[in-house]
């Protein structure tokens, strides 16, 4: 009875290295020698022993991301997974998922993953034409990814997902749907697909791209949740689809603003009304991951309107959408009194729609959502 009042919580751990940086990618990665990641594991074991333990929340999902955490041994990122069970109250049924590249996976990488509890596959693809891969500067083959996945299915993997992405230079429609049918025929059990954004500070900036137009990315997103329908997979966010009962819990989670604490370098926390990050420095983190006041910054206690608007806009991105109970019990407030301008704009706009107690964005509504969501920021 006891562990029924455990509040959720999840976990994310950021590993930053990776064998090489693709030229589309702005996240906080970068290649490293093994002495280098020696050491960010030792710090990311001390800050994870400095960190409260929270005897009253249910760690439900732990998600390894990164950077490629598939690069460094398997031992190291056992250790930590060790480290963790043994600090934390783990649901009994949690979802752990680490990143994978395919390249970086061998048999028995996968089966010391499985000993510590990893129990989900996050593989990134981004294409399944060699071609494709290149032009993203990703480092391994279609034919990589391939023995990548079946190595995986005979470790014990029964809950992988594949990540895709649209809209990549030179890339037609015809392109795109073929990508989306040899992936969907592997019947992972969920894809993530979704399309290039151009960063500034990357290569692909720098670049002349020859990309796809507005119309043709259009049809892109707009076919898909079709195309993989006919697989089987349903659309239950903007960019994710998956066989049912198989969606991301540790992505759900965070849509749902569960409240979640980050680990290691440059990683965000959202915990008891506050937000705030790691310190992205590098030598900053090394000196100080014993000491997490120190390597914390970004501070923010969010406000009563904060929080409307994260439950809006975060809660929007799934297609279920949002609850008006819910955000009545939540809030104590009629969500009507809130934001009756903004919903009665985007109801008359066609891009939201309501049945029954929820409203959520309508397939036009889904395609400028950014727009639709800036809306609900008081």
Known sequence: MKNKAKKPMELYVHIPFCVKKCDYCDFLSGPAGKERQREYFQSLGREI?????????????????????????????????????????????????????????????????RKHGVNRLSLGLQSPQNRELKILGRIHTWEEFLESFFM????????????????????????WEKNLRTVAELSPEHISAYSLIVEEGTPFWERELDLPDEDTEYRMYEDT?????????????????????????????????????????????????????????MEEYLRNSAFPE??????????????????????????????????????????????????????????????????????????VSNGVMADFLL
């Not at 990164?66 to 031992?75: E, K, L, Q, R, W």
């Not at 014990?156 to 030179?170: K, V």
């Not at 959202?270 to 420095?281: C, E, I, K, P, Y």
Request: aromatic fraction near 10%; include cysteine; proline fraction near 4%.
């Open 49 to 113: 022993a400095a960190v409260p333990e929270f005897p009253d929340r249910e760690i439900t999902t732990v998600f390894i991301g990164g950077g490629t955490p598939s690069v460094p041994d398997p031992a190291l990122m056992g250790a930590i997974l060790d480290q963790i069970r043994n600090k934390f109250f783990m649901a009994p049924d949690a979802e752990i998922t680490i990143e994978a590249n395919p390249g970086t996976l061998y048999k028995e990488k996968l089966q010391e993953y």
């Open 294 to 367: 120190k390597i914390r910054c970004d501070r923010e206690t969010l406000t009563e309107a904060d929080e409307m608007a994260e439950f809006m806009f975060l809660g929007l991105r799934m297609t279920e959408g949002i609850s008006v109970r819910e955000f009545e019990e939540y809030f104590g407030k009629n969500m009507e009194s809130i934001y009756g301008e903004v919903l009665k704009k985007h109801f008359a706009l066609g891009m939201l729609k309501k049945k029954n107690d929820r409203i959520f964005l309508t397939r036009r509504g889904i395609h």
């Open 152 to 175: 995986a299915r005979e470790a014990g993997f029964s809950n992988i997902n594949i990540d895709l992405m649209s809209a990549i230079p030179e890339q037609t429609y015809e392109d």
């Open 225 to 281: 949740a079709a195309i993989l329908g006919e697989y089987g997979f349903h659309q239950y966010e903007i960019s994710n689809y998956a066989k049912k009962g198989l969606e991301c819990r540790h992505n759900k989670g965070y849509w749902q603003r569960t409240d979640y604490l980050g680990l290691g370098l440059g990683a965000s926390s959202l915990v008891d009304h506050v937000r705030f990050s790691n310190t992205d420095n």
